[in-house]
Nanobody, 117 residues
Framework: QVQLVESGGGLVQAGGSLRLSCAASGIIFSISDMGWYRQAPGKQRELVAH???????NYANSVKGRFTISRDNVKNAVYLQMNSLKPDDTAVYYC???????????WGQGTQVTVSS
């Protein structure tokens, strides 16, 4: 079955950096588009960054220039490098194999990112 395991979250001060990882199994990773989403308390889940199987990337306006999504098709992993973190980035972050505007039904447990001011 499909498994998505996110890791790398934590507590960081504003201006700091974190690198999130997502290990995927049960899918043909090399041909799967992948996205990073986040959900803050009381808010809807939102797309943060997306990468196609061919390496085309898209970012939410709020993270452009600060976050970078990448993938490793050998390790079946997708990463999110987050720099210049802000308190508004505080959320649970999830990865998802799906199209840019149509995420799949598969979600992992997420990883908590907390940015203190």
């Amino acid at each position: 079955q499909v498994q998505l395991v996110e890791s790398g979250g934590g507590l960081v001060q504003a201006g700091g950096s974190l690198r999130l990882s997502c290990a995927a199994s049960g899918i043909i990773f090399s041909i799967s588009d992948m996205g990073w989403y986040r959900q803050a308390p009381g808010k809807q889940r939102e797309l943060v960054a997306h990468i196609t199987s061919g390496g085309t990337t898209n970012y939410a306006n709020s993270v452009k220039g600060r976050f970078t999504i990448s993938r490793d098709n050998v390790k079946n992993a997708v990463y999110l490098q987050m720099n210049s973190l802000k308190p508004d980035d505080t959320a649970v972050y999830y990865c998802n194999p799906g199209r840019l505007t149509y995420p799949s039904v598969y979600w992992g447990q997420g990883t908590q990112v907390t940015v203190s001011s």
